[in-house]
């Protein structure tokens, strides 16, 4: 058989390819152009098929973005609508009962926090509800408190020592950080401290109210009067914890019994104030309708803590700090409560101060107790030196 030979034919295709690319001189320069992209059956070259795809992806892209900002709105205006709905979960980011700061301590073991002078004990404000009390001593009694029982604690209200009721605010318990510092600078001055956590923080007994919490302040002050006997006992408040105090000492002047003197650490006028210029407000507070999805809330809840109301009814003397960055309560609602107070009829026979605290002190929302003018303020204000032992 003789060899069939297929070059003639070949040649008039490659002569055909020639003259076509020619007669295009442009095809030349196209991507994928020329005989070897011809021959490839017109396939495109990955180069321009990459380039092609491009604004497919970045439309993709936009399109995720849209999808995130999308679900962003919706839980944006889910939220309100939520706490519209069930305003019990408003009363627990008023209250944050269910913040626990620090964790892991134990309660029972104030010791451990570096108060081995404090007697920790339990009182039951009503049958079948226990609350959990720290008492601290006076450091000058520091030594003698070593290995004591509480009778030995109780003892001691008895002396000489005026005593503090400290009313912390929201989140955390009586074992947090900065309300430990804090005791340990009223011991050291010569005071008894005595705190206790309401009723739903800490190791305590019951869920959280405002009545509930003001309640146990007025069980805790008649036991701790009971055994100061003649001695003076001083109401501390501190940021939510100031509500309660104007609360209770407004029941005690109503029975006729005021304190010898409130002082209100970080304090705000009322809670719907206090709410609006909270931090966590800010993306929602210009918000059409902020009062009714959101402070109509707390109201509903009976949540009221209305210390510019209280500060009418109270006639003792009355102490305000407030450092100017406070990020939590601002500033300006501290100032705006001394000047209700100010002009109170019922306080107008008694001392009212505002102690203000520079920015640059960085003493924000809870470190007043690091100021070292703190002493010289309180016995200036109360008008004696500092108990000594």
């Not at 196209?30 to 495109?44: C, D, E, F, K, S």
């Not at 720290?134 to 020592?161: M, Y």
């Not at 407000?281 to 009221?304: E, K, Q």
Request: net charge positive; glycine share 8%; proline share 6%.
């Amino acid at each position: 058989m003789r060899k069939r030979n297929n070059s003639p034919t070949a040649e008039p295709e490659s002569a055909a390819t020639g003259t076509l690319l020619d007669s295009d001189p442009d095809l030349k320069h196209r991507p994928g152009g020329g005989a070897a992209g011809l021959v490839a059956g017109g396939q495109q070259d990955p180069g321009e098929r990459r380039t092609m795809v491009r604004p497919f992806r970045r439309l993709s892209l936009v399109g995720k973005i849209k999808r995130v900002l999308m679900w962003l709105l919706l839980v944006y205006v889910s939220v309100p609508v939520i706490i519209k709905l069930c305003p019990s979960i408003q009363a627990k980011l008023v209250f944050l009962n269910f913040v626990r700061m620090p964790y892991f301590i134990d309660l029972k073991r104030p010791m451990d926090q570096g108060l081995n002078h404090t007697h920790n004990f339990y009182l039951e404000p009503e049958a079948g509800l226990k609350i959990g009390v720290w008492h601290t001593v006076p450091a000058q009694l520091w030594r003698e408190a070593q290995g004591k029982e509480g009778e030995w604690f109780d003892s001691t209200l008895s002396s000489s020592h005026s005593a503090i009721l400290y009313l912390h605010g929201n989140a955390g318990t009586r074992g947090g950080d900065h309300r430990v510092q804090l005791y340990k600078v009223l011991s050291s001055l010569g005071y008894h401290v005595v705190t206790f956590d309401y009723r739903g923080w800490g190791d305590s007994d019951g869920s959280p109210s405002e009545g509930a919490m003001t309640s146990d302040a007025v069980f805790i002050y008649d036991w701790l009067k009971l055994r100061l006997d003649k001695t003076q006992l001083y109401i501390w408040g501190h940021s939510l914890g100031t509500g309660v105090a104007t609360n209770l000492v407004r029941h005690l002047c109503d029975r006729g019994s005021p304190p010898d003197a409130l002082i209100l650490e970080s304090p705000f006028t009322n809670i719907r104030e206090e709410a609006k210029s909270h931090p966590f407000s800010m993306v929602y507070r210009y918000l059409p309708g902020f009062d009714w999805f959101f402070l109509d809330a707390i109201t509903a809840n009976n949540i009221r803590f209305a210390s510019d109301e209280n500060v009418n009814h109270i006639s003792c003397p009355v102490l305000i700090l407030h450092a100017e960055d406070d990020g939590v309560v601002p500033f300006h609602l501290g100032k705006k409560l001394y000047s209700v107070a100010a002009q109170a009829k019922s306080l107008s026979q008694h001392k009212v101060q505002f102690i203000s605290f520079p920015s640059s002190l960085a003493y924000k929302h809870k470190f007043i107790y690091r100021s070292p003018q703190l002493p010289n303020i309180l016995s200036d204000f109360l008008g004696t030196a500092p108990p000594a032992a």
